[in-house]
C-alpha cells in the first residue's frame, strides 16, 4: 500500500498503521501468500505462507524471505518436477507482460498426508517497481470430492457394464431355454407319434362296448390336442382352471354334451353343470347367449 502523503524529495510516506493494517489483512488470507520482486525474491510471506513451511520442516519465522523463488522453481524443474517448470515458466511470462494472471493446481504430498493447491501469479498494481503476488489455496478437500467422484462414476460405469453383460448372458440363456422347449415338445411330440397312437390305433379296431370306444376315441382326440394352442392360451390369459375343469372345458370344446361329460368322467350331470358355470365365470361370459364352445373353439 501507498501512503497519500509524500515528502520534499517527492517519496510516499507511510504511516505505521498502514503497514500494521497491511500485515494483518496478509495474515488473515487463508491462502499462502509471499510478495516477490522483479527478479523473483521473496520479500514477504503471510503467516499461512510460514505456518505451513514450519509444519513441513522449514524454517519458522519470515521463512524463505530473500530466498529466489524463480530459482528454487527452476532448480526443482531440472530435477524432473513439471509443476515447478510450469510455475517458473508461468511466472516470467506474467513479469515479461506476456499474461496478467497465472494459475496452476498441483499436488504437494508430505510423507503424512496429501495435499492440493491451486497457484495463482499476478503484478501487483503499483506505480512503483515491479513486485508479484504469489498465492496458493489449498483444494484438498476439492480435489478428494473430485476424486470420490470419479471413483463413484467409475463404479456406476463398471456397474453398468456388469448388467449389460448379465443381460445378454440372460438373453443367451432364454434363447438356449426356448430352443430346449422345442426340442423337448418335438420329442414329446414324436414319442406319442411312435409309442402311443400305435396302440390306440390297435385299440380302435378291437371290439370294444360303446362307452368304452368313446374314451378311446376322447383319449385320442386329446393326444393330438396335446399341443394345441388352448392350454397356452389360457396360461397367457392368467386364466387357472382346475384339473376337472380343464376336463370338462376340453369335453366341451369337442362337442360332448353335459350327459355325455358325466358319464365320461363318472361324476354327477350337476357337478358338470357347475363345472361349465365356473368355466363360464373365469372366461368372462356373463352373458348367457355366449356359447361356451364357440369361445373355446375361438381359442385354438
Not at 509444519?55 to 529466489?68: A, L
Not at 509443476?83 to 504430498?109: K, L, S, W
Not at 365356473?278 to 352373458?287: E, I, P, Q
Amino acid at each position: 500500500m501507498v501512503g497519500r502523503l509524500k515528502n520534499r524529495k517527492g517519496n510516499p510516506i507511510r504511516h505505521p498503521s498502514l503497514d500494521r493494517l497491511e500485515a494483518t489483512v496478509l495474515d488473515s488470507i487463508s491462502a499462502h501468500v509471499a510478495l516477490l520482486d522483479e527478479k523473483g525474491v521473496i520479500l514477504k510471506t503471510n503467516r499461512a505462507w510460514r505456518r505451513f513451511a514450519a509444519d513441513n520442516g522449514g524454517r519458522p519465522q519470515n521463512s524463505f524471505v530473500g530466498m529466489n523463488y524463480l530459482s528454487v522453481c527452476d532448480a526443482a524443474a531440472l530435477a524432473g518436477d513439471d509443476n515447478a517448470r510450469a510455475a517458473a515458466d508461468g511466472i516470467r511470462a506474467v513479469m515479461q507482460g506476456d499474461i496478467t494472471e497465472f494459475v496452476h493446481d498441483y499436488p504437494c504430498h508430505s510423507p503424512t498426508m496429501r495435499h492440493w493447491f491451486y497457484m495463482r501469479a499476478t503484478r501487483l498494481i503499483d506505480a512503483g517497481p515491479l513486485h508479484l503476488i504469489i498465492s496458493h489455496e489449498e483444494i484438498t478437500a476439492l480435489k478428494e470430492a473430485h476424486e470420490k467422484l470419479q471413483h463413484s462414476k467409475a463404479a456406476i460405469e463398471e456397474q453398468k457394464q456388469s448388467l449389460e453383460e448379465s443381460n445378454i448372458a440372460l438373453k443367451v440363456l432364454l434363447r438356449q431355454r426356448n430352443l430346449d422347449k422345442q426340442t423337448l415338445e418335438q420329442k414329446m411330440l414324436n414319442n406319442l407319434k411312435d409309442l402311443v397312437f400305435p396302440y390306440l390305433e390297435r385299440l380302435k379296431t378291437a371290439p370294444l362296448r360303446a362307452r368304452d370306444r368313446i374314451l378311446v376315441e376322447t383319449i385320442e382326440k386329446h393326444l393330438d390336442e396335446i399341443a394345441s394352442p388352448l392350454l397356452q392360451r389360457l396360461v397367457n390369459m392368467n386364466i387357472l382352471l382346475t384339473p376337472q375343469e380343464m376336463q370338462v372345458a376340453a369335453l366341451v370344446k369337442d362337442g360332448r354334451s353335459s350327459k355325455e361329460i358325466a358319464a365320461l368322467l363318472n361324476v354327477a350331470e350337476t357337478t358338470v353343470h357347475f363345472h361349465r358355470k365356473n368355466v363360464r365365470d373365469k372366461l368372462g361370459l356373463k352373458k348367457k347367449t355366449a356359447n361356451l364352445r364357440s369361445y373355446l373353439l375361438s381359442m385354438q
